[in-house]
T-cell receptor, first 112, second 111 residues
Framework: DAGVIQSPRHEVTEMGQEVTLRCKPI?????LFWYRQTMMRGLELLIY????????DSGMPEDRFSAKMPNASFSTLKIQPSEPRDSAVYFC??????????FGPGTRLTVT | KNEVEQSPQNLTAQEGEFITINCSYS?????LHWLQQHPGGGIVSLFM???GKKKHGRLIATINIQEKHSSLHITASHPRDSAVYIC?????????????FGKGTLLTVNP
C-alpha cells in the first residue's frame, strides 16, 4: 500500500499567488482530513470529508481557503491569494472509519 | 486556555531511562490519540484509546476519563525514540471526527 500521497512536498510562492495542494488518500478510506501545522499554533484541523462530502470546515481560516474532493481518490486544498502567514506544513490524512488516521508526508508551504 | 495541555514541553533523557509524557484535557471526549512526529515531519498514530491502558512494544498509554488525563510511557528509552509526541482528543459531540491537538512534547534521548 502506497499510503497517503501528497504533492508537492515543498512549495515556495510569492504573496498573492494561487497555491494548490493535492492529496491522494489510501484506497478504500472514506474519510479525508486536511491539517495545518505551524510553530505557533501546532496542528489544526482545517476541514474533513466523508464519502467526498465536506462534514466540518470550521477550521478553514477564511474565504481565501477552499477544499474540494471531486472523487474518492483525490482532494485539493487551494489558497487564493496566498499570504506570508499561510506559511506552514499542510498534512492530509485518511481513515477507513474516521477514527484511526493515516497521515501523508505533508507539504511545506513558504509564501514570501 | 487550550483544550489540550501537554507536559513537559521539552524532555531530555539518557538512553535506558523510563519516560512519561502527560496530557490533560478539559472537554468530554470519545477518544484520545497519541501521535509521533520525527524530525523531517512524518506523523504516525501510536495509540487510540477511550479507556484503560494499551501497550505496544516499549510504549504504554493510559487514560483516566474521570480525571481527564492520559499518560504516554516509554520504557528502556532509545535515541530512536527522539521525536515530538502529540496528544489529540476527539470530542464526545455527535459523530464528529474532528481532533483537537496539544502543542506536543519534544523528546530527546541521548546515547
Amino acid at each position: 500500500d502506497a499510503g497517503v500521497i501528497q504533492s508537492p512536498r515543498h512549495e515556495v510562492t510569492e504573496m498573492g499567488q494561487e497555491v494548490t495542494l493535492r492529496c491522494k488518500p489510501i484506497s478504500g478510506h472514506d474519510y479525508l482530513f486536511w491539517y495545518r501545522q505551524t510553530m505557533m499554533r501546532g496542528l489544526e484541523l482545517l476541514i474533513y470529508f466523508n464519502n467526498n462530502v465536506p462534514i466540518d470546515d470550521s477550521g478553514m481560516p477564511e474565504d481565501r481557503f477552499s477544499a474540494k474532493m471531486p472523487n474518492a481518490s483525490f482532494s485539493t486544498l487551494k489558497i487564493q491569494p496566498s499570504e506570508p502567514r499561510d506559511s506552514a506544513v499542510y498534512f492530509c490524512a485518511s481513515s477507513p472509519s474516521g477514527r484511526e488516521q493515516y497521515f501523508g508526508p505533508g507539504t511545506r508551504l513558504t509564501v514570501t | 486556555k487550550n483544550e489540550v495541555e501537554q507536559s513537559p514541553q521539552n524532555l531530555t533523557a539518557q538512553e535506558g531511562e523510563f519516560i512519561t509524557i502527560n496530557c490533560s484535557y478539559s472537554v468530554g471526549i470519545s477518544a484520545l490519540h497519541w501521535l509521533q512526529q520525527h524530525p523531517g515531519g512524518g506523523i504516525v498514530s501510536l495509540f487510540m484509546l477511550s479507556s484503560g491502558k494499551k501497550k505496544h512494544g516499549r510504549l504504554i498509554a493510559t487514560i483516566n476519563i474521570q480525571e481527564k488525563h492520559s499518560s504516554l510511557h516509554i520504557t528502556a528509552s532509545h535515541p530512536r525514540d527522539s521525536a515530538v509526541y502529540i496528544c489529540a482528543v476527539r470530542s464526545q459531540r455527535g459523530s464528529n471526527y474532528k481532533l483537537t491537538f496539544g502543542k506536543g512534547t519534544l523528546l530527546t534521548v541521548n546515547p
